[in-house]
C-alpha cells in the first residue's frame, strides 16, 4: 500500500514540474537550463515523498507503558479466524502483483538493450582516440557514452566530420546518462505518461543543445539540409541519435532568436511555486487523532452506526491488556479475575478488511474500530498478528467504556502490543481529558 502510495505521490510530482516546461520554458532557447529543469524536476520528485518534515509536535510522551499498571482492561483473544471461504478478492494486492510483473518485463528489455549495444561494440568496434567506434552495422549515427555507431556512407568529407563532431559533443556533455536514467525511470514509473513526456523533451533538448554548439562553428544553413538528407527513425532510446529529436523543431530552433536573458528569472517563480505544491507532501501537521472530539462517550457515538457492524471475531490463547490513559482509585482486579474473562474482540472497518489465513494476519483499513469489554480502539489503520502475539494501531485513540472510569483516552501516532511480554510502546502518544 506504501509502495503504491509513493508512486503515486511522484507521479503527480512529475506532472506538476512538466507543466511549466510545456507551456513556457520549451519554446525558449535556454537549452542547457530546460535540460537541467527537465533533470532536477524527476530527482525532486523522486525524493519528495521520502522528505518529511514537522510543523507541529504532540504535547505527548514516549514510553513504554507496563499494562499491569492499567486497571480492569484485561480480555482475552482466542485463536479463531475468518475461513477462507468468505475472503473477498484483495485488489490492492493483484494491483501490486500486475504492477511488478510489468516492471520486471520492462527491466528485463531494458538490460537486454543495454547488454545488446555493449556487445556490438565489443565485437564490432574499433578505439579511436579514447572511443570505440562501430561503422556502417546500425544504419544510423548515434552514441552511447562513449560508443559512436557511425553510418557516413555517401557523405562528403566535411560532413563527416560535422556527423563525428555531433555525436562526440553527445559524449562530451553526457547525455547518454540522462537516457539511461530516464530509461530506468520508464520501467518504475511505466503507467504515468509524463514520464514519457519528459523524457522526450529532455532528448530533444539534448539535440537542440549539440545543434546550438555546431551551428555556431559552421554555416546554420548547411548544417540543416544535412540534418534533412539523414532524416531517418531510431528505435532505441537509450541513444543519442544525430537525427532525432524532432527534425521541423530542431531545424526552427537553428534559426531562432535567443530569448533574452531576464526570462530566466521565469524559472525562479517556477521554483517558488513548485516549492509550495511540495509543502504539501513534507509537511507534517497534526494527526487525525488530535482533531477527533473531546469526551469519550460522545467520540463514540459520533462513529456508531444505526445497527450492528458486520464485525469479524478474533481470539487468541494468550492474556492481553490493553491500556488507556488513567486510572481511578478503585482497586485493581486480581489476576484470577481478569484470566476468567473470556470475552470476545469485535472488529471492523469503514474501509475494508483483509484476513491473511496463512500468516496468522489481519489488516483492518479506514476508521477502524476494536472492542472488546469495556475497552475501545479507534484507528485509521489496524493489524493483528496472531503469528508473533502483537497488536498494532496508527493514529489509534484508546478508551474504556465503563461508566465508573474517569472520562479521557489514549491517543497516539502508533501503539504496538506485545501480548506475551504484555508491554505495550506509544509513540507520540497523548492523554486526552
Known sequence: M?????????????????????????????????????????????????????????????????????????????????????????????????????????????LFTVVLILYKALKHGKVVNGQRVIYHLSGHNSSFFNILFLDINGLTEDERQTVLA?????????????????????????????????????????????????????????????????????????????????????????????????????????????????????????????KLPHIGNVLLRKFAKPGPPATSTFRMSKEVYLPIAKRDTAPTPKRSDITKDTTRINAWANDSTYVDVEKGITHLYGDAHVTYGNIQIIAGYIRINKTNGTIFAKHAKIESLKPSFKENALTADSLTFNLKTRRAITFNATEVQ
Open 166 to 290: 555531433h555525436e562526440q559533443a553527445h559524449v562530451r556533455l553526457a547525455h547518454s546518462a540522462d537516457n539511461l536514467f530516464t530509461a530506468v525511470l520508464k520501467v518504475v514509473f511505466w503507467f504515468n505518461p509524463f514520464i514519457y513526456l519528459m523524457a522526450n523533451s529532455l532528448r530533444q533538448n539534448h539535440e537542440f543543445e549539440v545543434d546550438a554548439l555546431i551551428a555556431s562553428k559552421q554555416n546554420p544553413k548547411t548544417y540543416a539540409g544535412l540534418l534533412y538528407r539523414m532524416s531517418a527513425c531510431n528505435k532505441l532510446q537509450i541513444l543519442n541519435q544525430f537525427n532525432s529529436g524532432g527534425l521541423k523543431s530542431r531545424v526552427n530552433m537553428l534559426f531562432k532568436s535567443k530569448t533574452h536573458t531576464n526570462r530566466k528569472l521565469q524559472y525562479l517563480v517556477a521554483l517558488l511555486f513548485l516549492g509550495i505544491f511540495s509543502s504539501g507532501f513534507i509537511l507534517e501537521g497534526k494527526t487525525i487523532t488530535d
Open 2 to 110: 506504501e509502495i503504491l502510495t509513493n508512486l503515486g505521490k511522484i507521479s503527480i510530482c512529475m506532472a506538476v514540474c512538466y507543466l511549466p516546461y510545456y507551456f513556457v520554458f520549451r519554446k525558449y532557447t535556454f537549452f542547457t537550463l530546460n535540460r537541467w529543469y527537465l533533470l532536477s524536476s524527476l530527482m525532486v520528485s523522486l525524493l519528495i515523498p521520502f522528505i518529511h518534515i514537522k510543523t507541529t509536535h504532540a504535547n505527548g510522551f514516549n514510553r513504554k507503558i507496563s499494562i499491569e499498571e492499567m486497571r480492569e482492561t484485561g480480555a482475552i483473544i482466542e485463536n479463531i479466524l475468518v475461513p477462507a471461504k468468505h475472503l473477498a478478492i484483495n485488489w490492492l494486492q493483484v494491483t501490486q502483483w500486475i504492477y511488478i510483473s510489468v516492471t520486471v518485463i520492462l527491466a528485463a528489455r531494458l
